[in-house]
């Protein structure tokens, strides 16, 4: 089954003059400026957009609803308030955003009510309901009273069952998918239904615990599987290199040998490349770093906090042929400028290959900390990626072939009056 099929799209709607509620990614990164809170990151914002003008210009009533981080459930944190969210989408969008003083209150739903078409009204975070994690349906039907079309657009929570985005979709029979939603799944299919060969994948991050599925599923389809960030350091350790004081998963180097001898007897020939040098400094904090050659070791008391320039050439030469590219986990501490070049240089060479005349590769960033990476590595390589998700954990479920419980429940839906 295609990924699509049984999914409607916004498109198919009648909007005019109903209550259209959209469920949207809005949880955005906040920092105080001058006193005051505000997004420091507008990506989710803008990404959603297209959607909303959409709506708007279809004459929707337009009711949108979003979690803000990790607020202690059932505790109200005027911290986490997507005040200052409603704020920057009411400046990007030229209307004037409503903000109630909850989601499910009474003032809400006054609100709602009253809206005319072409306003907006931002609810607040939904997270401030333990319901909403819970899935709970009594919850979900409380929100189902503020809609009569329900629009899914946020792709960065379709891997979690939550009240908003799973009972809520279920209960109301005229549901769609965003344009961002669609987008999203469109692309990422890309890469498990029939991706062009050769097919490269660059895995970074913290942790091969995080990877260890999309792994195993990368090892059926890819030509080739580059591995570095922190990562690499468990791979690197679990071939017997002294990695010092970086970072390393002990428990998982049993895991990192099997996967290792998995990609040397897989029937598919998968080339796997871990770093062959690293930029280590003795701490996180350090304002420069040495290259030093993996073969030899790393010196007393260093950590890895990047991959060196040899490794980058090694990693950009297998993209020279690619036709799909996936790349999810930076290779270093790209935020500090001296352990930035190797996520930076990778980003570059990526673009390189789907920017080339012929044959270019399509290729992929999953979101999280990869699509913060690109952004920092100059908004003109992000530009130059054919797909960069917005969501990181939603993106690698996708990939491992799980069916994420936000797009599952979007299936099967009726359309129009």
């Known amino acids: 089954m295609a990924m699509l099929d049984g999914i409607h799209s916004i498109k198919d709607l009648t909007l005019e003059g109903r209550r259209t509620f959209v469920r949207v990614d809005f949880n955005c990164p906040l920092e105080e400026q001058d006193g005051k809170i505000v997004v420091s990151d507008d990506t989710r914002i803008r990404e959603a957009l297209p959607t909303l003008r959409h709506a708007l210009e279809h004459g929707a009533r337009l009711v949108l609803a979003s979690h803000l981080g990790r607020p202690k459930p059932g505790k109200d944190n005027k911290k986490l308030s997507l ?3 409603g704020a920057r989408l009411s400046e990007m969008l030229g209307v004037e955003v409503l903000l109630p003083d909850d989601c499910v209150s009474d003032a809400a739903r006054r609100i709602v009510k009253e809206l005319r078409t072409g306003q907006v009204c931002l609810l607040e975070n939904l997270r401030f309901h333990a319901e909403e994690e819970a899935d709970d349906e009594t919850f979900a039907r409380q929100l189902a009273e503020l809609c ?10 379709a891997h979690r069952a939550h009240a908003s985005v799973h009972a809520l979709a279920r209960l109301v029979p005229e549901r769609a998918a965003g344009l961002l939603m669609i987008k999203e799944i469109t692309a990422l299919s890309k890469l498990i239904e029939a991706p062009p060969h050769p097919y490269v994948a660059v895995l970074g991050g913290a942790k091969v615990s995080d990877k260890i599925e999309v792994l195993d599923q990368l090892l059926e389809r890819v030509d080739a599987l580059l591995i570095g960030g922190a990562m690499a350091n468990t791979f690197l350790a679990a071939q017997g290199v002294d990695m010092a004081a970086s970072k390393i998963e002990a428990d998982k180097l049993p895991l990192a040998r099997t996967i290792l001898e998995k990609a040397k007897s897989n029937r598919r020939k998968v080339e796997l490349l871990l770093p062959t040098d690293v930029v280590v400094a003795k701490s996180l904090d350090a304002t420069e770093g040495s290259i030093v050659d993996v073969g ?40 500090k400028a001296p352990f930035a070049a190797g996520t930076f240089g990778i980003a570059k060479a990526i673009v390189a290959a789907t920017a080339r005349a012929e044959s270019p590769a399509f290729s992929v960033i999953g979101g999280g900390d990869s699509a913060a990476a690109v952004h920092a590595a100059g908004e003109e390589v992000a530009a130059g990626i054919s797909h960069i998700s917005t969501g990181g954990g939603a993106s690698l479920e996708l990939l491992e072939g799980k069916k994420l419980p936000g797009i599952e429940a979007l299936r099967g839906a009726a359309v129009g009056r």
Do not use: C, K, S
């Open 83 to 85: 005040e200052p969210v």
């Open 148 to 157: 009569d079309v329900y629009v899914d657009d946020a792709f960065g929570a």
């Open 296 to 335: 030899t070791g790393l010196p007393t008391g260093t950590m890895a906090l990047d991959v060196g320039p040899r490794t980058v050439a090694a990693f950009a030469a297998t993209f020279a042929n690619a036709r799909t590219i996936l790349w999810n986990g930076p290779l270093g501490l790209f935020e």
